[in-house]
Protein backbone atom coordinates (compact mmCIF):
# COMPACT_ATOMS: atom_id res chain seq x y z
CA UNK A 1 0.00 0.00 0.00
CA UNK A 2 2.56 2.27 0.89
CA UNK A 3 4.16 1.48 -2.35
CA UNK A 4 1.48 2.38 -4.61
CA UNK A 5 0.88 5.67 -2.28
CA UNK A 6 4.65 6.42 -3.15
CA UNK A 7 4.27 5.91 -6.92
CA UNK A 8 1.28 8.27 -7.04
CA UNK A 9 3.49 10.97 -5.41
CA UNK A 10 6.15 10.46 -8.06
CA UNK A 11 3.32 10.73 -11.00
CA UNK A 12 1.75 13.75 -9.20
CA UNK A 13 5.48 15.49 -9.55
CA UNK A 14 6.21 14.06 -12.91
CA UNK A 15 3.20 16.39 -13.56
CA UNK A 16 3.92 18.85 -11.89
CA UNK A 17 7.28 19.15 -13.58
CA UNK A 18 5.41 19.20 -16.71
CA UNK A 19 3.24 21.80 -15.92
CA UNK A 20 5.95 24.03 -14.44
CA UNK A 21 8.07 23.70 -17.70
CA UNK A 22 5.36 25.33 -19.36
CA UNK A 23 4.81 28.25 -16.84
CA UNK A 24 5.63 31.97 -18.09
CA UNK A 25 9.23 33.24 -18.97
CA UNK A 26 8.90 35.55 -16.22
CA UNK A 27 7.82 32.85 -13.90
CA UNK A 28 10.69 30.91 -14.64
CA UNK A 29 13.42 33.73 -14.38
CA UNK A 30 12.01 34.38 -10.62
CA UNK A 31 12.65 31.14 -9.32
CA UNK A 32 16.14 30.21 -11.15
CA UNK A 33 17.26 33.31 -9.09
CA UNK A 34 18.64 30.95 -5.85
CA UNK A 35 19.69 27.27 -7.34
CA UNK A 36 17.41 25.26 -5.89
CA UNK A 37 17.56 22.70 -8.11
CA UNK A 38 20.10 20.30 -7.63
CA UNK A 39 23.20 20.26 -10.10
CA UNK A 40 22.68 16.72 -11.15
CA UNK A 41 19.25 14.88 -11.62
CA UNK A 42 19.75 11.65 -9.13
CA UNK A 43 20.29 8.57 -11.02
CA UNK A 44 16.72 6.12 -10.77
CA UNK A 45 18.37 2.78 -11.38
CA UNK A 46 21.51 1.35 -9.46
CA UNK A 47 23.40 -1.47 -9.72
CA UNK A 48 24.01 -1.94 -6.30
CA UNK A 49 21.60 -4.26 -3.83
CA UNK A 50 18.13 -6.20 -4.72
CA UNK A 51 14.77 -4.80 -6.37
CA UNK A 52 13.26 -4.14 -3.30
CA UNK A 53 16.03 -1.35 -2.55
CA UNK A 54 15.90 -0.31 -5.89
CA UNK A 55 11.96 0.13 -5.66
CA UNK A 56 12.42 2.44 -2.32
CA UNK A 57 15.40 4.39 -4.09
CA UNK A 58 13.41 5.14 -7.34
CA UNK A 59 10.18 6.02 -5.41
CA UNK A 60 12.25 7.91 -2.54
CA UNK A 61 14.19 10.24 -5.32
CA UNK A 62 10.43 10.54 -7.44
CA UNK A 63 9.05 12.02 -3.84
CA UNK A 64 11.69 14.27 -3.59
CA UNK A 65 11.38 15.31 -7.32
CA UNK A 66 7.93 15.97 -6.96
CA UNK A 67 8.16 17.83 -3.69
CA UNK A 68 10.51 20.53 -5.14
CA UNK A 69 9.11 20.93 -8.67
CA UNK A 70 6.00 21.10 -6.32
CA UNK A 71 7.18 23.96 -4.18
CA UNK A 72 8.93 25.29 -7.61
CA UNK A 73 5.34 26.22 -8.98
CA UNK A 74 4.18 27.27 -5.79
CA UNK A 75 7.23 30.01 -5.54
CA UNK A 76 6.34 30.57 -9.54
CA UNK A 77 2.29 31.32 -8.64
CA UNK A 78 3.20 33.87 -6.15
CA UNK A 79 5.87 35.74 -8.31
CA UNK A 80 3.66 35.87 -10.94
CA UNK A 81 0.90 37.05 -8.51
CA UNK A 82 3.22 40.05 -6.95
CA UNK A 83 5.98 40.74 -9.69
CA UNK A 84 9.22 41.45 -8.29
CA UNK A 85 9.55 45.65 -7.70
CA UNK A 86 11.86 47.60 -9.53
CA UNK A 87 12.84 51.42 -8.93
CA UNK A 88 13.84 53.50 -12.23
CA UNK A 89 17.49 53.69 -10.90
CA UNK A 90 17.53 50.05 -10.87
CA UNK A 91 16.58 49.82 -14.31
CA UNK A 92 19.03 53.07 -15.45
CA UNK A 93 21.84 50.67 -14.05
CA UNK A 94 21.44 48.09 -16.67
CA UNK A 95 21.87 50.03 -19.91
CA UNK A 96 24.63 47.74 -21.53
CA UNK A 97 25.24 43.74 -22.82
CA UNK A 98 27.40 43.25 -19.61
CA UNK A 99 25.15 44.59 -17.16
CA UNK A 100 22.08 43.78 -18.79
CA UNK A 101 19.67 45.99 -20.99
CA UNK A 102 16.29 46.56 -19.11
CA UNK A 103 13.76 48.66 -20.33
CA UNK A 104 10.27 49.78 -19.20
CA UNK A 105 7.00 50.69 -20.87
CA UNK A 106 3.98 51.82 -18.66
CA UNK A 107 4.57 50.56 -15.44
CA UNK A 108 6.11 47.33 -17.04
CA UNK A 109 10.26 46.21 -16.71
CA UNK A 110 11.42 44.09 -19.47
CA UNK A 111 15.17 42.55 -19.87
CA UNK A 112 15.49 42.25 -23.14
CA UNK A 113 19.23 41.88 -23.42
CA UNK A 114 18.84 38.41 -26.08
CA UNK A 115 16.21 40.56 -28.11
CA UNK A 116 19.34 42.69 -28.87
CA UNK A 117 20.47 40.88 -32.17
CA UNK A 118 17.01 40.08 -32.79
CA UNK A 119 15.96 43.82 -33.22
CA UNK A 120 14.77 44.23 -36.71
CA UNK A 121 16.24 47.93 -36.69
CA UNK A 122 19.37 46.91 -35.40
CA UNK A 123 20.87 46.65 -32.05
CA UNK A 124 22.12 50.38 -32.50
CA UNK A 125 18.10 51.48 -32.54
CA UNK A 126 17.46 49.55 -29.06
CA UNK A 127 20.72 50.43 -27.36
CA UNK A 128 18.95 53.66 -27.56
CA UNK A 129 15.91 52.53 -24.70
CA UNK A 130 18.47 51.04 -22.77
CA UNK A 131 17.68 51.58 -18.81
CA UNK A 132 15.22 53.87 -19.77
CA UNK A 133 11.39 53.99 -21.31
CA UNK A 134 10.44 53.34 -24.40
CA UNK A 135 7.39 55.03 -25.07
CA UNK A 136 10.07 58.06 -26.40
CA UNK A 137 11.13 55.87 -29.04
CA UNK A 138 7.48 54.87 -29.75
CA UNK A 139 6.16 57.71 -30.22
CA UNK A 140 8.64 58.21 -32.85
CA UNK A 141 8.25 54.76 -34.97
CA UNK A 142 4.61 54.49 -33.80
CA UNK A 143 4.62 51.13 -35.81
CA UNK A 144 5.58 49.28 -32.74
CA UNK A 145 2.42 49.96 -30.98
CA UNK A 146 0.60 46.65 -32.01
CA UNK A 147 -0.78 43.69 -30.56
CA UNK A 148 1.62 41.57 -32.00
CA UNK A 149 4.52 43.60 -30.72
CA UNK A 150 2.97 43.77 -27.16
CA UNK A 151 3.37 39.87 -27.70
CA UNK A 152 6.86 39.76 -27.94
CA UNK A 153 8.00 41.87 -25.57
CA UNK A 154 6.07 40.54 -22.71
CA UNK A 155 7.94 37.28 -23.61
CA UNK A 156 10.84 39.20 -21.44
CA UNK A 157 9.12 41.06 -18.74
CA UNK A 158 11.05 40.76 -15.67
CA UNK A 159 8.42 42.89 -13.14
CA UNK A 160 7.30 45.85 -12.40
CA UNK A 161 8.43 49.55 -11.59
CA UNK A 162 7.80 50.43 -7.72
CA UNK A 163 4.40 51.86 -7.79
CA UNK A 164 5.84 54.26 -4.73
CA UNK A 165 8.19 55.57 -6.92
CA UNK A 166 6.82 58.79 -8.69
CA UNK A 167 7.20 59.29 -12.19
CA UNK A 168 9.50 61.72 -13.72
CA UNK A 169 7.78 64.72 -15.12
CA UNK A 170 6.70 64.74 -18.53
CA UNK A 171 6.49 67.71 -21.15
CA UNK A 172 4.91 67.72 -24.49
CA UNK A 173 7.69 69.47 -26.00
CA UNK A 174 9.63 66.20 -26.07
CA UNK A 175 6.50 64.83 -28.83
CA UNK A 176 8.96 64.96 -31.90
CA UNK A 177 5.84 64.98 -33.73
CA UNK A 178 4.23 67.78 -31.82
CA UNK A 179 4.85 70.39 -34.47
CA UNK A 180 3.77 68.40 -37.47
CA UNK A 181 1.53 70.81 -39.86
CA UNK A 182 -2.71 70.24 -39.79
CA UNK A 183 -3.67 68.17 -42.48
CA UNK A 184 -7.40 68.33 -44.69
CA UNK A 185 -10.20 66.06 -42.61
CA UNK A 186 -11.02 64.52 -45.65
CA UNK A 187 -7.86 62.33 -45.66
CA UNK A 188 -7.74 58.74 -44.72
CA UNK A 189 -5.56 58.16 -42.09
CA UNK A 190 -3.30 55.03 -42.18
CA UNK A 191 -1.04 55.70 -39.49
CA UNK A 192 -0.66 59.65 -37.09
CA UNK A 193 3.36 59.20 -36.14
CA UNK A 194 4.33 59.44 -38.87
CA UNK A 195 1.51 60.67 -40.32
CA UNK A 196 0.60 58.35 -43.96
CA UNK A 197 -2.83 59.31 -45.30
CA UNK A 198 -4.49 59.36 -48.92
CA UNK A 199 -7.64 61.00 -50.21
CA UNK A 200 -11.07 59.19 -50.39
CA UNK A 201 -11.27 57.58 -53.38
CA UNK A 202 -14.72 59.67 -54.35
CA UNK A 203 -12.11 62.69 -54.48
CA UNK A 204 -9.09 60.94 -55.91
CA UNK A 205 -10.19 61.31 -59.32
CA UNK A 206 -12.57 64.24 -59.55
CA UNK A 207 -9.64 66.19 -61.05
CA UNK A 208 -6.73 65.38 -63.11
CA UNK A 209 -4.37 67.19 -60.81
CA UNK A 210 -4.60 66.76 -57.61
CA UNK A 211 -4.87 69.51 -55.18
CA UNK A 212 -2.32 69.81 -52.32
CA UNK A 213 -4.66 69.16 -49.40
CA UNK A 214 -5.67 66.18 -50.99
CA UNK A 215 -2.51 64.60 -51.82
CA UNK A 216 -1.80 61.62 -50.20
CA UNK A 217 1.23 61.81 -47.92
CA UNK A 218 3.83 59.34 -46.78
CA UNK A 219 6.30 60.58 -44.24
CA UNK A 220 8.72 58.14 -42.50
CA UNK A 221 9.95 60.48 -39.59
CA UNK A 222 8.63 63.71 -38.26
CA UNK A 223 8.23 66.47 -40.52
CA UNK A 224 11.13 69.35 -39.53
CA UNK A 225 10.98 72.63 -39.50
CA UNK A 226 13.46 74.35 -41.95
CA UNK A 227 13.85 78.01 -42.33
CA UNK A 228 14.03 79.04 -46.02
CA UNK A 229 15.91 82.16 -45.68
CA UNK A 230 18.97 80.07 -43.61
CA UNK A 231 18.46 76.52 -46.21
CA UNK A 232 20.81 75.51 -47.51
CA UNK A 233 21.50 72.55 -49.99
CA UNK A 234 25.04 70.76 -50.00
CA UNK A 235 25.72 68.96 -53.28
CA UNK A 236 29.00 67.39 -53.28
CA UNK A 237 31.41 67.74 -55.60
CA UNK A 238 33.57 64.93 -57.77
CA UNK A 239 37.36 64.91 -56.54
CA UNK A 240 39.28 67.87 -56.96
CA UNK A 241 36.41 69.92 -57.13
CA UNK A 242 34.26 72.21 -54.24
CA UNK A 243 30.94 70.88 -53.10
CA UNK A 244 28.14 73.78 -53.88
CA UNK A 245 26.28 75.30 -50.52
CA UNK A 246 23.26 76.42 -52.63
CA UNK A 247 20.73 78.68 -51.06
CA UNK A 248 16.99 78.89 -52.36
CA UNK A 249 17.98 81.88 -54.24
CA UNK A 250 20.68 80.28 -56.40
CA UNK A 251 18.35 77.31 -57.30
CA UNK A 252 16.01 79.73 -58.74
CA UNK A 253 18.61 81.27 -61.08
CA UNK A 254 18.84 77.77 -62.64
CA UNK A 255 16.71 77.33 -65.55
CA UNK A 256 13.30 76.52 -63.93
CA UNK A 257 11.57 73.53 -65.77
CA UNK A 258 7.74 72.02 -65.04
CA UNK A 259 6.60 68.67 -65.04
CA UNK A 260 3.13 66.72 -64.55
CA UNK A 261 4.42 63.87 -62.66
CA UNK A 262 1.71 61.10 -60.71
CA UNK A 263 3.70 59.69 -57.74
CA UNK A 264 2.88 56.11 -56.26
CA UNK A 265 3.67 54.73 -52.92
CA UNK A 266 5.31 51.18 -53.73
CA UNK A 267 2.79 50.08 -50.85
CA UNK A 268 -0.14 51.56 -52.76
CA UNK A 269 -3.11 48.54 -52.66
CA UNK A 270 -1.28 46.54 -50.29
CA UNK A 271 -4.63 46.00 -48.32
CA UNK A 272 -5.42 43.63 -50.86
CA UNK A 273 -2.31 41.41 -50.56
CA UNK A 274 -3.46 41.14 -47.00
CA UNK A 275 -6.46 39.80 -47.73
CA UNK A 276 -4.36 36.66 -49.17
CA UNK A 277 -1.45 36.26 -46.31
CA UNK A 278 -0.89 38.72 -43.14
CA UNK A 279 2.17 41.10 -44.59
CA UNK A 280 4.06 43.94 -42.88
CA UNK A 281 3.44 47.61 -43.76
CA UNK A 282 0.46 50.35 -43.92
CA UNK A 283 -2.84 49.06 -44.99
CA UNK A 284 -2.78 51.51 -47.84
CA UNK A 285 -6.20 51.17 -49.94
CA UNK A 286 -6.35 52.27 -53.99
CA UNK A 287 -5.33 55.68 -52.81
CA UNK A 288 -1.78 55.83 -52.26
CA UNK A 289 -1.13 57.35 -55.47
CA UNK A 290 -1.72 61.12 -56.80
CA UNK A 291 -0.71 63.91 -59.56
CA UNK A 292 0.12 67.34 -59.22
CA UNK A 293 2.33 70.18 -61.55
CA UNK A 294 5.79 70.54 -60.24
CA UNK A 295 8.33 73.36 -60.94
CA UNK A 296 12.04 73.45 -60.06
CA UNK A 297 15.55 72.95 -61.23
CA UNK A 298 16.53 70.29 -63.02
CA UNK A 299 18.86 67.39 -61.34
CA UNK A 300 21.29 67.32 -63.99
CA UNK A 301 21.70 71.28 -64.31
CA UNK A 302 22.76 71.05 -61.07
CA UNK A 303 25.04 67.60 -61.08
CA UNK A 304 26.56 69.75 -64.16
CA UNK A 305 27.50 73.09 -62.39
CA UNK A 306 28.72 70.68 -59.67
CA UNK A 307 31.23 68.96 -62.14
CA UNK A 308 29.80 65.62 -62.30
CA UNK A 309 29.55 63.87 -65.65
CA UNK A 310 28.54 60.12 -66.94
CA UNK A 311 30.73 57.73 -65.44
CA UNK A 312 32.08 54.43 -67.49
CA UNK A 313 31.43 52.49 -63.99
CA UNK A 314 28.25 52.54 -62.56
CA UNK A 315 27.37 55.23 -59.90
CA UNK A 316 24.47 56.55 -58.01
CA UNK A 317 23.14 59.57 -57.20
CA UNK A 318 22.01 59.93 -53.30
CA UNK A 319 19.51 61.73 -51.10
CA UNK A 320 19.34 62.50 -48.16
CA UNK A 321 16.59 64.33 -46.33
CA UNK A 322 16.82 66.54 -43.42
CA UNK A 323 14.22 64.72 -41.07
CA UNK A 324 15.92 62.73 -39.06
CA UNK A 325 15.83 60.37 -36.05
CA UNK A 326 17.32 60.73 -32.48
CA UNK A 327 20.52 59.01 -33.71
CA UNK A 328 20.17 61.66 -36.26
CA UNK A 329 19.51 58.57 -39.11
CA UNK A 330 17.86 60.55 -42.03
CA UNK A 331 15.76 59.16 -44.70
CA UNK A 332 17.59 58.61 -47.95
CA UNK A 333 17.21 57.13 -51.23
CA UNK A 334 19.06 56.43 -55.10
CA UNK A 335 19.09 56.37 -58.20
CA UNK A 336 21.42 55.71 -61.09
CA UNK A 337 23.83 58.28 -62.13
CA UNK A 338 22.86 57.82 -66.05
CA UNK A 339 19.26 58.66 -64.59
CA UNK A 340 19.91 61.71 -63.06
CA UNK A 341 21.94 63.06 -65.79
CA UNK A 342 19.76 62.27 -68.39
CA UNK A 343 18.22 65.65 -69.48
CA UNK A 344 15.02 63.83 -70.91
CA UNK A 345 14.15 61.93 -67.84
CA UNK A 346 13.22 65.70 -66.21
CA UNK A 347 14.40 64.82 -62.32
CA UNK A 348 13.71 67.96 -60.49
CA UNK A 349 14.87 69.40 -57.27
CA UNK A 350 11.66 71.19 -56.64
CA UNK A 351 10.35 73.78 -54.81
CA UNK A 352 6.86 74.69 -56.30
CA UNK A 353 4.20 71.89 -55.99
CA UNK A 354 0.75 73.26 -58.94
CA UNK A 355 2.25 76.71 -58.35
CA UNK A 356 2.92 76.77 -54.73
CA UNK A 357 5.71 76.61 -52.43
CA UNK A 358 5.72 73.15 -51.49
CA UNK A 359 3.83 72.43 -48.27
CA UNK A 360 5.56 71.14 -45.41
CA UNK A 361 4.04 67.60 -45.76
CA UNK A 362 5.38 67.53 -49.74
CA UNK A 363 9.58 67.98 -48.36
CA UNK A 364 9.38 72.56 -48.14
CA UNK A 365 11.50 73.95 -48.82
CA UNK A 366 13.70 71.32 -51.56
CA UNK A 367 12.92 67.62 -52.73
CA UNK A 368 13.18 65.66 -55.35
CA UNK A 369 10.52 64.56 -57.95
CA UNK A 370 11.61 61.33 -60.14
CA UNK A 371 9.44 60.96 -62.92
CA UNK A 372 7.99 57.20 -63.52
CA UNK A 373 10.31 56.15 -60.72
CA UNK A 374 8.88 54.76 -57.55
CA UNK A 375 7.74 57.57 -54.28
CA UNK A 376 10.57 56.04 -52.01
CA UNK A 377 13.05 57.92 -53.98
CA UNK A 378 11.68 61.42 -54.32
CA UNK A 379 13.05 62.30 -51.29
CA UNK A 380 11.75 64.98 -49.21
CA UNK A 381 13.49 67.94 -47.30
CA UNK A 382 16.01 67.68 -49.09
CA UNK A 383 19.69 68.30 -47.39
CA UNK A 384 22.55 66.45 -49.62
CA UNK A 385 23.21 65.04 -53.19
CA UNK A 386 26.25 63.20 -53.92
CA UNK A 387 27.38 60.94 -56.44
CA UNK A 388 28.84 57.67 -55.65
CA UNK A 389 29.77 54.18 -56.29
CA UNK A 390 26.92 51.74 -54.72
CA UNK A 391 23.03 53.06 -54.14
CA UNK A 392 22.82 54.54 -50.96
CA UNK A 393 23.48 52.72 -48.17
CA UNK A 394 19.94 53.75 -46.15
CA UNK A 395 17.38 50.90 -45.01
CA UNK A 396 14.86 52.55 -47.30
CA UNK A 397 17.27 51.64 -50.09
CA UNK A 398 18.97 48.49 -48.86
CA UNK A 399 16.38 46.76 -46.51
CA UNK A 400 12.94 47.70 -47.83
CA UNK A 401 10.96 48.58 -51.09
CA UNK A 402 12.00 45.46 -52.66
CA UNK A 403 10.10 42.16 -53.81
CA UNK A 404 10.20 38.91 -53.41
CA UNK A 405 8.62 35.49 -54.54
CA UNK A 406 5.42 34.59 -52.52
CA UNK A 407 7.39 31.70 -51.59
CA UNK A 408 9.84 33.93 -49.47
CA UNK A 409 9.38 34.90 -45.64
CA UNK A 410 11.02 36.75 -42.77
CA UNK A 411 12.48 33.61 -41.97
CA UNK A 412 14.20 33.08 -45.44
CA UNK A 413 14.31 36.78 -46.61
CA UNK A 414 17.84 37.89 -48.08
CA UNK A 415 17.51 41.17 -49.18
CA UNK A 416 20.84 42.24 -50.75
CA UNK A 417 19.68 39.29 -53.56
CA UNK A 418 16.63 41.83 -55.11
CA UNK A 419 16.81 45.10 -56.47
CA UNK A 420 15.56 48.31 -55.35
CA UNK A 421 12.04 48.93 -56.49
CA UNK A 422 13.26 51.99 -59.12
CA UNK A 423 10.23 51.89 -61.98
CA UNK A 424 6.90 50.87 -60.80
CA UNK A 425 4.34 48.39 -63.07
CA UNK A 426 1.33 49.04 -64.81
CA UNK A 427 -1.25 49.89 -62.67
CA UNK A 428 -4.91 50.89 -62.29
CA UNK A 429 -7.33 50.83 -60.13
CA UNK A 430 -11.39 52.01 -59.49
CA UNK A 431 -13.09 54.68 -57.84
CA UNK A 432 -16.45 54.99 -58.63
CA UNK A 433 -18.67 52.74 -57.82
CA UNK A 434 -16.89 52.02 -54.60
CA UNK A 435 -16.65 48.36 -53.16
CA UNK A 436 -20.23 47.37 -51.45
CA UNK A 437 -22.01 50.09 -52.91
CA UNK A 438 -25.95 50.14 -53.94
CA UNK A 439 -26.32 51.33 -57.91
CA UNK A 440 -30.08 52.20 -59.64
CA UNK A 441 -30.62 49.71 -62.86
CA UNK A 442 -30.19 51.35 -65.96
CA UNK A 443 -26.89 51.95 -66.57
CA UNK A 444 -23.59 52.54 -64.19
CA UNK A 445 -20.65 55.28 -64.40
CA UNK A 446 -17.53 53.47 -63.73
CA UNK A 447 -14.25 55.77 -63.15
CA UNK A 448 -10.94 55.24 -62.19
CA UNK A 449 -7.22 55.78 -62.97
CA UNK A 450 -4.52 54.26 -64.65
CA UNK A 451 -0.47 54.88 -65.03
CA UNK A 452 2.77 52.67 -65.57
CA UNK A 453 5.94 53.71 -64.44
CA UNK A 454 9.40 54.60 -66.84
CA UNK A 455 7.41 56.81 -68.62
CA UNK A 456 5.20 54.02 -70.19
CA UNK A 457 2.02 55.79 -71.84
CA UNK A 458 -1.55 53.70 -70.99
CA UNK A 459 -2.80 52.91 -74.20
CA UNK A 460 -6.44 50.95 -72.94
CA UNK A 461 -8.26 50.69 -69.44
CA UNK A 462 -10.59 47.25 -69.97
CA UNK A 463 -13.65 47.11 -67.51
CA UNK A 464 -15.89 44.34 -67.21
CA UNK A 465 -18.99 43.90 -65.65
CA UNK A 466 -19.68 40.54 -65.48
CA UNK A 467 -16.45 39.00 -63.27
CA UNK A 468 -13.63 39.10 -66.28
CA UNK A 469 -16.04 37.09 -68.57
CA UNK A 470 -16.33 40.27 -71.12
CA UNK A 471 -14.76 43.22 -71.42
CA UNK A 472 -15.57 46.83 -72.55
CA UNK A 473 -12.95 49.65 -73.40
CA UNK A 474 -13.03 52.40 -71.05
CA UNK A 475 -12.19 55.83 -72.50
CA UNK A 476 -9.60 57.92 -71.59
CA UNK A 477 -9.36 61.22 -69.58
CA UNK A 478 -7.02 63.89 -68.96
CA UNK A 479 -3.63 65.37 -70.75
CA UNK A 480 -2.08 63.22 -74.37
CA UNK A 481 0.71 61.70 -72.97
CA UNK A 482 4.02 62.07 -74.58
CA UNK A 483 5.85 58.52 -76.11
CA UNK A 484 8.33 57.67 -73.60
CA UNK A 485 7.77 60.32 -71.11
CA UNK A 486 4.25 59.79 -69.62
CA UNK A 487 4.86 60.77 -66.06
CA UNK A 488 1.20 61.22 -65.68
CA UNK A 489 -1.60 59.35 -65.19
CA UNK A 490 -4.49 58.82 -67.28
CA UNK A 491 -8.03 59.17 -65.78
CA UNK A 492 -10.86 57.31 -67.31
CA UNK A 493 -14.56 56.08 -67.22
CA UNK A 494 -17.15 53.85 -68.90
CA UNK A 495 -20.86 53.86 -68.89
CA UNK A 496 -22.51 51.39 -70.00
CA UNK A 497 -26.01 50.05 -69.33
CA UNK A 498 -26.48 47.47 -66.34
CA UNK A 499 -27.85 44.03 -67.82
CA UNK A 500 -31.21 43.54 -67.15
CA UNK A 501 -31.91 41.94 -64.17
CA UNK A 502 -28.90 41.72 -62.63
CA UNK A 503 -29.13 41.93 -58.58
CA UNK A 504 -25.17 42.55 -58.42
CA UNK A 505 -21.79 43.45 -60.74
CA UNK A 506 -18.81 42.26 -60.31
CA UNK A 507 -16.54 44.84 -61.79
CA UNK A 508 -12.46 44.62 -62.79
CA UNK A 509 -10.56 47.20 -64.62
CA UNK A 510 -7.16 46.25 -66.10
CA UNK A 511 -4.71 48.84 -68.45
CA UNK A 512 -2.58 48.23 -70.75
CA UNK A 513 0.88 50.63 -71.59
CA UNK A 514 2.65 51.10 -74.56
CA UNK A 515 5.16 48.18 -74.07
CA UNK A 516 1.63 45.52 -73.81
CA UNK A 517 2.45 45.08 -69.85
CA UNK A 518 -0.82 44.37 -68.42
CA UNK A 519 -1.90 43.52 -64.77
CA UNK A 520 -1.97 40.16 -63.68
CA UNK A 521 -5.41 38.79 -62.83
CA UNK A 522 -5.05 38.00 -58.76
CA UNK A 523 -3.01 39.13 -56.39
CA UNK A 524 -1.54 35.38 -55.15
CA UNK A 525 0.61 35.20 -57.36
CA UNK A 526 2.79 38.64 -56.55
CA UNK A 527 2.04 38.45 -52.81
CA UNK A 528 5.59 39.70 -51.01
CA UNK A 529 5.79 39.71 -47.72
CA UNK A 530 6.17 43.60 -47.72
CA UNK A 531 2.98 43.95 -49.88
CA UNK A 532 4.60 46.20 -52.82
CA UNK A 533 4.06 45.90 -56.05
CA UNK A 534 0.02 45.25 -55.63
CA UNK A 535 -1.14 45.96 -59.52
CA UNK A 536 -3.69 42.83 -59.76
CA UNK A 537 -6.64 43.57 -61.80
CA UNK A 538 -8.64 46.03 -59.33
CA UNK A 539 -12.42 44.75 -58.38
CA UNK A 540 -15.08 46.00 -57.08
CA UNK A 541 -18.92 44.34 -55.88
CA UNK A 542 -21.95 46.23 -56.09
CA UNK A 543 -25.56 45.68 -55.37
CA UNK A 544 -28.08 46.72 -58.14
CA UNK A 545 -31.53 47.96 -56.94
CA UNK A 546 -34.92 47.16 -59.21
Not at 106 to 134: C, I, N, Q, R, Y
Not at 244 to 258: G, I
Not at 305 to 310: E, T, Y
Request: aromatic share 8%; net charge negative.
Amino acid sequence: MLLLLLRRAGISGLQQASRFRSTARLCIRACSADDSFPSQHPSLTSSEGNSGSKGWRVMGTLLGLGAVLAYQEHRCRAAQESPPLYTREEVSSHNSPKTGIWVTLGHEVFDVTEFLDLHPGGPSKLMLAAGGPLEPFWALYAVHNQPHIREVLAQYKIGELNPKEKAPPTSETSDPYAGDPLRHPALKVNSQRPFNAEPPLELLTESYITPNPLFFTRNHLPVPHLDPDTYRLHVVGPPGRKSLSLSLDDLYQFPKHEVTVTVQCAGNRRSEMSKVKEVKGLEWRTGAISTARWAGARLCDVLAQAGHRLSESEAHVCFVGLDSDPTGTSYGASIPLAHALDPEAEVLLAYEMNGQPLPRDHGFPLRVVVPGVVGARHVKWLGKVSVEPEESCSHWQRRDYKGFSPSVDWDTVDFDSAPSIQELPIQSAITEPQDGETIEAGEVTVKGYAWSGGGRAVIRVDVSLDGGLTWQVAELDGEKQRPRKAWAWRLWQLQAPVPAGQKELNIICKAVDDSYNVQPDTVAPIWNLRGVLSNAWHRVHVRVTP
